[in-house]
């Protein structure tokens, strides 16, 4: 089996097939093989299958085909297809999926392919890391959990604290649906080519119920987006521009009622100060 961590393995391939990366498609592929162990290893595990996102040349597809009882890789990128015929090949547990992952039908793949609890795997591209995500978490799809490969700076996004820089909406909208967990950190020298940043490998686990129940979920999510719209107003001053909660006075003695100041800043409230908080909305509007 080939070495689909080692350098001059990839440059290999990359001449026999006339391979280039696309810039365009986010392409850099992980050569740390204790990474790749830790990926395949979480993700594989107390499921019997797996879904992987963007298998790259096939190095950490080839580690969940050893380890879960099917994979199925999905990709865009046709120009793959000839490198991981090769480099998948001897493994009658792996099933590509050519096709964008932002179009696909998850739920018709893991009916067609899976008769068990599935997770998913991935190195995503940065520049379409959160909409991949909250595809998969916002898709009662019924995965039991995500391990991707995301910067590092979006991982500290997602499993951010009220009160921080890296705290906001996005933040609530994972940890509302997954409990997440920073499993390790990965350089930006570990790839090829090196991405400009750092990168963070991050375990969500989907929760059974979420950590909150609004009366309106709806309601819950719009104040969170209205309130994260512009970051350095007030929260009373940012749901009074969003339109749509009511009056200056009366969003103000809402965020009063859950014993808040009225000058304070959406960053500093908790998820269940949102929840309280859209629970008002929701019974006055």
């Given at each position: 089996?080939?070495?689909?961590?080692?350098?001059?393995?990839?440059?290999?391939?990359?001449?026999?097939?006339?391979?280039?990366?696309?810039?365009?498609?986010?392409?850099?592929?992980?050569?740390?093989?204790?990474?790749?162990?830790?990926?395949?290893?979480?993700?594989?595990?107390?499921?019997?299958?797996?879904?992987?996102?963007?298998?790259?040349?096939?190095?950490?597809?080839?580690?969940?085909?050893?380890?879960?009882?099917?994979?199925?890789?999905?990709?865009?990128?046709?120009?793959?297809?000839?490198?991981?015929?090769?480099?998948?090949?001897?493994?009658?547990?792996?099933?590509?999926?050519?096709?964008?992952?932002?179009?696909?039908?998850?739920?018709?793949?893991i009916e067609e392919n899976f008769d068990g609890q599935?997770?998913?795997?991935?190195?995503?591209?940065?520049?379409?890391?959160?909409?991949?995500?909250?595809?998969?978490?916002?898709?009662?799809?019924?995965?039991?959990?995500?391990?991707?490969?995301?910067?590092?700076?979006?991982?500290?996004?997602?499993?951010?604290?009220?009160?921080?820089?890296?705290?906001?909406?996005?933040?609530?909208?994972?940890?509302?649906?997954?409990?997440?967990r920073v499993i390790c950190e990965v350089g930006k020298?570990?790839?090829?080519?090196?991405?400009?940043?750092?990168?963070?490998?991050?375990?969500?686990?989907?929760?059974?119920?979420?950590?909150?129940?609004?009366?309106?979920?709806?309601?819950?999510?719009?104040?969170?987006?209205?309130?994260?719209?512009?970051?350095?107003?007030?929260?009373?001053?940012?749901?009074?521009?969003?339109?749509?909660?009511?009056?200056?006075?009366?969003?103000?003695?809402?965020?009063?009622?859950?014993?808040?100041?009225?000058?304070?800043?959406?960053?500093?409230?908790?998820?269940?100060?949102?929840?309280?908080?859209?629970?008002?909305?929701?019974?006055?509007?």
């Open positions: 089996m080939l070495d689909l961590t080692n350098i001059e393995v990839i440059k290999y391939l990359c001449n026999k097939y006339g391979f280039k990366f696309s810039k365009d498609m986010g392409q850099n592929f992980l050569t740390d093989s204790e990474v790749i162990d830790a990926i395949s290893a979480t993700a594989a595990e107390g499921v019997s299958g797996v879904i992987e996102i963007g298998p790259g040349f096939g190095c950490l597809t080839a580690a969940l085909g050893q380890r879960a009882k099917k994979v199925v890789s999905i990709e865009l990128d046709k120009r793959l297809e000839k490198v991981l015929n090769e480099t998948l090949m001897g493994f009658d547990n792996i099933k590509l999926h050519w096709e964008d992952c932002m179009k696909a039908d998850i739920k018709k793949i599935v997770s998913v795997a991935a190195n995503l591209p940065y520049y379409i890391t959160t909409p991949i995500v909250m595809k998969l978490l916002e898709g009662d799809y019924g995965f039991k959990k995500i391990v991707i490969m995301v910067q590092k700076e979006v991982a500290e996004r997602f499993c951010a604290t009220p009160g921080g820089k890296e705290y906001g909406a996005v933040t609530l909208g994972v940890q509302y649906r997954a409990d997440a020298e570990k790839f090829v080519p090196s991405p400009k940043v750092d990168s963070a490998v991050i375990e969500m686990t989907i929760r059974e119920t979420p950590p909150v129940m609004p009366k309106d979920e709806k309601m819950f999510f719009r104040v969170i987006k209205a309130a994260f719209a512009q970051r350095r107003k007030t929260l009373v001053n940012s749901l009074c521009n969003a339109g749509c909660f009511g009056s200056k006075e009366s969003i103000t003695a809402a965020v009063e009622k859950i014993g808040k100041d009225a000058n304070i800043r959406g960053e500093k409230l908790s998820m269940e100060d949102f929840c309280a908080l859209a629970d008002i909305f929701s019974e006055s509007l």
